[in-house]
């Protein structure tokens, strides 16, 4: 098995486990830095002044010009660094001879170190290397009366005693930073668990791969895809989705507010809700789309919204061809269910010998049925039209429905695609049988088919209890339907012919109490 790389969560901590024990030993360190520089300068500042103290006793001066100056001299240097807690106080003449020291054998040799400033009258500091090892030291001009350099005075603290000094404030220092890194580590700790449960423990290369092949996933699906935030906020829309919904390519659209996008109404309206959607069908534009849409969780918190989106525009044309072609064949079915009861009732009455009834009832219902057919194919010319005609004559006439076609109406074949006809013409003849269907006799379905002023001209009326005013506005830009589901995508379609032909749609009161559906197409040569 391959070694599981470190997760984001788990290298940002050990990264700043790291910075932050750089930063407590960098700071740790110039504390100390900053500690021994101040120790020693506090050291240069109490060896000059013991050494100033030391030079200007009347004492010092008196036992230099004495006969034997170390025999007053040492007493009272070795009481004097005692005292002041300093490692040697050495007083010397001009030439470096020393007359005191801590270790008595050194008194009579010469004194190690630089003097010459002292001997020229000024005292000063400096780190030397000495007997007792490197040191700290002031060296102050004795003077006598007469202002001649009678001897130098050397007080010093060696560097090993200031180091003890600094050891000492160890302590203290550990005590500062210890708490420091223990806040810092804790803080990366909490940070790196919280990192932990947001990228759930995953490592750079794994989230890299894995927003690698998802986001190739999500834009190469034949189906649209839109994701929206908690507060209504679009997250993700992929390449089908933009082309579904009729959004450019260079359209901005990542973390806008669904009210701030220009969005098919009905889209718009469902993704604005939020509610849970199977298999609903909207409309986009000229397009029919199956709608999935419901809210995403993980443990529990909701994360979102996600609409999936699926192209259904040629099914739903086909389906509606299909419904089309169906109606048909039911109403052929019945008609020749019809025609052979009538012919069975026909041939019953020759052979009771009352063959000339039987002659008036054949003549009378060849005549109806091929009056019906000539008025049809006379005035339309289109034979998908014209056989979709005398099929809904004929299922109305199942459903117990005058279905009466105007005879003024008169169109040609070569007007417009006869499918788009079909789903005009059909879907409205559906949607008025659907309306007179619960309906009071008698129940009627008034159809006109023409040109006029350029247009082809679709009136379809019925006898039904009407449309509520209030519904007229929904009818074709929601898919709105007679049917008691509310469901239907009959009228939707008509839309979509319409706004495809950019024609013009019309509901008004019928002259037989009903609603009146007018639709105009502009012919080819006169659309702009």
């Known amino acids: 098995m391959a070694r599981r790389q470190w997760s984001i969560a788990g290298q940002l901590f050990a990264l700043q486990a790291v910075v932050v024990t750089l930063l407590v030993a960098a700071a740790a360190a110039g504390a100390v830095w900053l500690a021994r520089t101040d120790a020693r300068e506090a050291a240069r500042e109490e060896v000059l002044a013991v050494a100033h103290t030391v030079a200007g006793s009347p004492d010092v001066r008196t036992a230099l010009l004495s006969a034997d ?7 009272y240097a070795e009481a004097t660094r005692v005292a002041t807690g300093t490692d040697f106080v050495v007083v010397m003449a001009p030439d470096r001879t020393r007359y005191s020291h801590p270790s008595p054998e050194q008194i009579g040799r010469p004194f190690i170190g630089d003097i010459g400033p002292a001997l020229a009258g000024r005292a ?11 040191s700290v030291r002031a060296v102050v001009p004795v003077r006598a009366d007469d202002g001649r350099v009678v001897g130098l005075v050397s007080v010093g603290i060696t560097t090993r005693a200031i180091n003890r000094r600094l050891l000492d404030q160890a302590p203290v220092l ?17 940070l790196s668990r919280r990192l932990r449960r947001q990228t759930h423990g995953l490592g750079p290369a794994e989230m890299t791969r894995m927003y690698e092949y998802y986001d190739a ?7 649209g895809l839109v994701v929206l935030t908690p507060d209504r ?12 919904l009729g959004l450019a390519e260079e359209a901005a659209v990542a973390d806008r507010p669904v009210a701030g996008i220009e969005l098919p109404p009905a889209v718009a309206e469902l993704l604005a809700s939020g509610r849970d959607a199977h298999d609903e069908p909207v409309l986009a534009g000229d397009r029919v789309l199956v709608a999935n849409q419901r809210t995403t969780r993980f443990e529990g918190a909701a994360l979102g919204t996600v609409l999936t989106l699926r192209d259904q525009t040629d099914l739903r044309n086909l389906a509606s061809e299909l419904d089309s072609v169906r109606a048909l064949t039911e109403a ?13 009732t026909v041939l019953t009455m020759v052979e009771l010998g009352r063959t000339e009834e039987a002659v008036q009832l054949a003549t009378r219902d060849l005549a109806v049925a091929q009056q019906l057919t000539d008025r049809v194919v006379g005035a339309v010319t289109e034979p998908a039209l014209a056989a ?14 005058d279905l009466v076609i105007d005879p003024d109406s008169r169109l040609d074949a070569d007007h417009l695609p006869p499918t788009d006809l079909l789903t005009v013409v059909g879907n409205l003849i559906d949607n008025a049988l659907e309306a007179v269907a619960g309906s009071d006799p008698p129940r009627r379905v008034r159809v006109f088919v023409g040109v006029g002023d350029g247009e082809v001209v679709v009136r379809v009326g019925d006898s039904g209890p009407g449309l509520d005013p209030e519904r ?10 007679t049917k008691s589901s509310g469901r239907g995508l009959g009228l939707a379609l008509v839309g979509q012919v319409v706004r495809r032909y950019g024609g013009r749609s019309e509901v008004d009161p019928a002259p037989d109490g009903g609603t009146l559906f007018t639709v105009r197409l502009p012919l080819p040569e006169q659309r702009p």
Request: glycine residues 10%.
């Open 69 to 75: 100056p170390a025999a007053t001299l040492q007493p």
């Open 124 to 134: 000063f500091t400096t780190t030397n290397v000495g007997t007792l090892g490197e």
């Open 174 to 190: 550990a005590a500062a930073a210890a708490p420091a890194l223990a806040l810092a580590g804790t803080g990366s700790w909490l």
């Open 217 to 223: 996933v999500l834009h190469s699906v034949r189906e």
């Open 233 to 244: 906020r679009v997250a993700l829309v992929n390449d089908e989705g933009r082309r579904l």
């Open 332 to 344: 052929l079915q019945a008609q020749t269910h019809e025609s052979a009861n009538r012919l069975h």
């Open 388 to 401: 979709l005609l005398l099929g809904k004559s004929a299922q109305a006439g199942e459903r117990g429905v």
């Open 472 to 481: 007229v506005a929904d009818a074709f830009r929601r898919g709105w339907s």
